[in-house]
């Protein structure tokens, strides 16, 4: 049984900084693509961020590219979301997500590849 828990959210000014983390359990976490999403009220579920297995490949959506930096931790099953210069579009409950594909070739920021989600967290915004 995969479990993912968020943690880090909260509220910032704008321009402000948040760091996210997901802890993950019930898988061995260094064999998966995992990937971070969002979902801001009113609005579908957007993606935001994926890492490779390994961390040594990232995509970015393009909404965030320059701002945010996922990153991993394999030896303490955690992912990262390291998120500057934030803006009130950024306000969303952030959720993180594994890819149970095993070593797979490419990554993809398709939602519907990622299997297993956390509860999410929530980072507002203010302006």
């Known amino acids: 049984q995969v479990q993912l828990v968020e943690s880090g959210g909260g509220l910032v000014q704008a321009g402000g900084s948040l760091r996210l983390s997901c802890a993950a359990s019930?898988?061995?976490?260094?064999?998966?693509?995992m990937g971070w999403f969002r979902q801001a009220p009113g609005k579908e579920r957007e993606s935001v961020a994926c890492?490779?297995?390994?961390?040594?490949?990232?995509t970015y959506a393009d909404s965030v590219k320059g701002r945010f930096t996922i990153s991993r931790e394999n030896a303490k099953n955690t992912l990262y979301l390291q998120m500057n210069v934030l803006k009130p579009e950024d306000t969303a409950v952030y959720y993180c997500?594994?890819?149970?594909?095993?070593?797979?070739?490419?990554?993809?920021?398709?939602?519907?590849?990622?299997?297993?989600w956390g509860q999410g967290t929530q980072v507002t915004v203010s302006p």
């Open positions: 997500a594994l890819d149970p594909r095993l070593y797979p070739a490419t990554m993809s920021l398709h939602q519907d590849t990622y299997k297993y």
């Open positions: 019930g898988r061995t976490f260094s064999n998966y693509v």
């Open positions: 890492i490779s297995w390994s961390g040594a490949a990232t």
